[in-house]
């Protein structure tokens, strides 16, 4: 006689912390294997400040220290926003190649796939912030320690839920990757101008002033600004706090809802 035994397969239940940490691993490695990009990302921000920094330093009356003190902050802010703005890229190779798809049909939870890789964002933009603020010390940039720090976890914030609103394009522009790069490179550099990181508002057109205070990036920058400055009670502080909180819970919200539905 012969007996066949029976096994029962049980379901491989997901966890959505530990799903997230797998795949912020996943995304990391490839950064720590090749730091070069890493690097290289810098010369974007350092062509600016070696280029803008003088032109601003020259117009105004003000000294140099002063000057950096204020567009400083600025750049540190379009680190996170170039960084993140291009990350869905990445993710548009990945369902070009199919790797994405085999993703989707392993035993994670699916907000996992898009949570850990905007928390991976976070770790190059604090970086390489962390680098140019250090570098123009000895140019007159002053640091406030305490507000270093919080101006970091604000900008890593913000670098989250830009990101997840990338990943978000990519996805619904996946079978057309020509309209990922159309409306990231026509948000991109309105949200970058009209929120006063290179150039003050205050002189500016008043319809480019109304523009701005919708624009949930100028309170970050304000917030940047005067988190370094040492101003920790500030308005602008919790402002910005509030601005990129309200713009990760939606990229995170939008995300999430869009990975979903995907397949």
Same mark, same amino acid.
């Given at each position: 006689?012969?007996?066949t035994?029976?096994?029962?397969?049980?379901p491989?239940?997901s966890n959505?912390?530990r799903?997230?940490?797998?795949?912020l691993v996943?995304?990391?490695?490839p950064?720590?294997?090749d +730091? @070069?990009?890493?690097?290289?990302?810098? !010369?974007?921000p %350092?062509v600016? *400040?070696? =280029?803008?920094g003088?032109?601003?330093i020259g117009g105004?009356?003000?000294?140099?220290g002063?000057?950096?003190?204020?567009f400083v902050p600025?750049?540190l802010?379009?680190?996170?926003l170039f960084g993140?703005?291009?990350t869905?890229?990445?993710l548009?190779m990945?369902?070009?190649?199919?790797?994405?798809?085999?993703t989707l049909?392993?035993p994670i939870a699916?907000?996992?796939?898009l949570?850990?890789?905007?928390?991976?964002?976070?770790?190059?933009?604090?970086v390489?912030?962390?680098?140019?603020?250090?570098?123009?010390? +000895? @140019?007159?940039?002053s640091v406030?320690? !305490?507000g270093m %720090?919080?101006g *970091?976890? =604000?900008?890593a914030?913000?670098?989250m839920?830009?990101g997840?609103?990338s990943?978000?394009?990519?996805?619904v522009?996946r079978?057309r990757?020509?309209?990922?790069?159309?409306?990231?490179?026509?948000?991109i550099?309105?949200?970058?101008i009209?929120s006063?990181?290179?150039?003050?508002?205050?002189d500016g057109?008043?319809?480019?002033?109304?523009?701005?205070?919708f624009?949930?990036?100028?309170?970050?920058?304000a917030a940047?600004?005067?988190?370094?400055?040492g101003?920790?009670?500030?308005?602008d502080?919790l402002?910005?706090?509030?601005?990129a909180?309200?713009?990760?819970?939606?990229? %995170?919200?939008?995300g999430?809802r869009?990975i979903?539905?995907?397949?």
């Amino acid at each position: 006689m012969t007996t066949t035994a029976t096994h029962n397969t049980l379901p491989v239940r997901s966890n959505a912390v530990r799903d997230s940490w797998n795949v912020l691993v996943r995304e990391l490695r490839p950064v720590v294997r090749d +730091p @070069f990009s890493l690097i290289f990302s810098l !010369l974007q921000p %350092l062509v600016f *400040l070696g =280029l803008f920094g003088p032109l601003l330093i020259g117009g105004s009356d003000a000294p140099a220290g002063e000057v950096l003190q204020w567009f400083v902050p600025g750049i540190l802010v379009m680190i996170a926003l170039f960084g993140t703005g291009v990350t869905g890229s990445n993710l548009l190779m990945e369902m070009q190649t199919g790797s994405h798809e085999r993703t989707l049909v392993a035993p994670i939870a699916r907000p996992a796939l898009l949570i850990g890789r905007a928390l991976k964002e976070m770790a190059p933009i604090m970086v390489q912030a962390g680098v140019i603020a250090l570098a123009t010390i +000895p @140019f007159g940039f002053s640091v406030n320690p !305490l507000g270093m %720090l919080l101006g *970091l976890v =604000l900008i890593a914030i913000f670098g989250m839920g830009f990101g997840a609103l990338s990943y978000t394009l990519a996805l619904v522009s996946r079978s057309r990757d020509w309209m990922f790069w159309a409306v990231q490179q026509a948000t991109i550099f309105p949200l970058m101008i009209l929120s006063g990181m290179l150039l003050p508002l205050e002189d500016g057109p008043r319809w480019m002033q109304v523009a701005a205070a919708f624009n949930p990036i100028s309170y970050v920058v304000a917030a940047e600004r005067a988190l370094f400055a040492g101003e920790l009670s500030s308005p602008d502080v919790l402002w910005g706090f509030l601005a990129a909180a309200v713009l990760a819970a939606i990229g %995170l919200a939008v995300g999430i809802r869009s990975i979903k539905r995907s397949d």
